[in-house]
């Protein structure tokens, strides 16, 4: 498998386009946005017209975009990606969405006769640049299998866990995580502040525990400063604490905390803060407390 197509050149997906570039890969991409692909034109990539071309031209179509109203846009709309089908194509949909839309997508794209797997991710642009994102897979294993060798260049850990959907529950999990984990250091770090100790002594001594991570020893000392390299914005977290929210909902189960983590990511958004890191939720906190 040689000739990669991603739809979708945001943070995520611009990241993992140059990664297959520099990997060898012939990548055919395409944006709704058409300037955002003047940057891996440059380096290598087709730029398409259309999802439909981007199919046409590959044997692996990724999609990386934003909610699971763009997937099914960029896939059953207009010159969409099923519009572009030939034997050899197969779909996968690394963008975050809820497990049941990921079923019934990947069921549209059974009726037309294409497999589609998901593969959501964890890790941003600064790992996907070097291929060290963390991949959840589900869907047929055959298909996993034949492209295997193109997730492995993308991923450096890859999770097979079964039939479609369950990769998005699992994604859905792990960024209630990040969620918590970005509310805890922005209120132990506004705690501190406010008691005249030092953030970064707080930082030191959590870091020599067992309850360190990998936020609090990197991008936490982001946070104390104010300064932040956005991989993932706040926008698009509250966007998946949403979707979090509403599968739960869905399912009758009661999570108190993300509840009341939506509202104030919600918050945070309205406040003018949805473009800058979603570890800027700090700056919410900083804002509510002046
Ligand atoms: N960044 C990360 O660290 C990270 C990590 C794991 C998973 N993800 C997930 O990966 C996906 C992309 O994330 P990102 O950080 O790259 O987001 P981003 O920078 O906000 O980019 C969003 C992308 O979605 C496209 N898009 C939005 N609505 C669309 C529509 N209706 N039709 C077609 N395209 C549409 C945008 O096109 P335009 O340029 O035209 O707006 C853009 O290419 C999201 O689902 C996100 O949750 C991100």
């Not at 611009?14 to 990997?23: G, K, M, P, Q």
């Amino acid at each position: 498998m040689k000739k990669i197509g991603i739809i979708g050149l945001g943070m995520l997906g611009n990241a993992i386009t140059l990664h297959l570039l520099d990997s060898g890969f012939e990548v055919t991409v395409y944006n709704r946005t058409k300037e955002k692909a003047l940057h891996v034109k440059a380096k290598g990539a087709y730029v398409a017209e259309s999802p439909k071309e981007v199919s046409e031209k590959s044997e692996l179509v990724i999609i990386v975009v934003k909610n699971a109203e763009a997937v099914k846009q960029v896939s059953f709309g207009q010159n969409g990606i099923i519009e572009g089908n030939h034997e050899k194509l197969i779909v996968a949909d690394m963008s975050t969405i809820e497990p049941s839309e990921s079923k019934n997508i990947s069921k549209k794209f059974q009726e037309h006769n294409i497999i589609k797997l998901d593969i959501p991710v964890m890790g941003g642009p600064n790992v996907a640049i070097t291929g060290d994102l963390v991949m959840m897979v589900s869907g047929k294993k055959e298909s996993f299998d034949h492209c295997e060798k193109v997730l492995n260049t993308i991923a450096s850990k890859i999770f097979f866990l079964g039939e479609s959907g369950v990769a998005h529950s699992m994604k859905l999990a792990m960024n209630l995580q990040i969620t918590m984990l970005a509310l805890a250091l922005s209120e132990s770090i506004t705690f501190v502040k406010k008691l005249n100790a030092d953030p970064k002594k707080f930082l030191e001594i959590l870091n020599s525990t067992y309850f360190k991570t990998g936020m609090s020893e990197n991008k936490a000392y982001k946070m104390i400063e104010g300064k932040y390299d956005t991989t993932f914005t706040l926008a698009n977290l509250k966007k998946d604490i949403s979707t979090i929210t509403n599968t739960a909902n869905s399912l009758g189960v009661k999570l108190p905390m993300i509840s009341k983590a939506e509202e104030i990511y919600e918050n945070a958004v309205k406040a003018g803060f949805g473009e800058i890191d979603y570890t800027g939720i700090i700056e919410y906190l900083k804002k509510i407390n002046e």
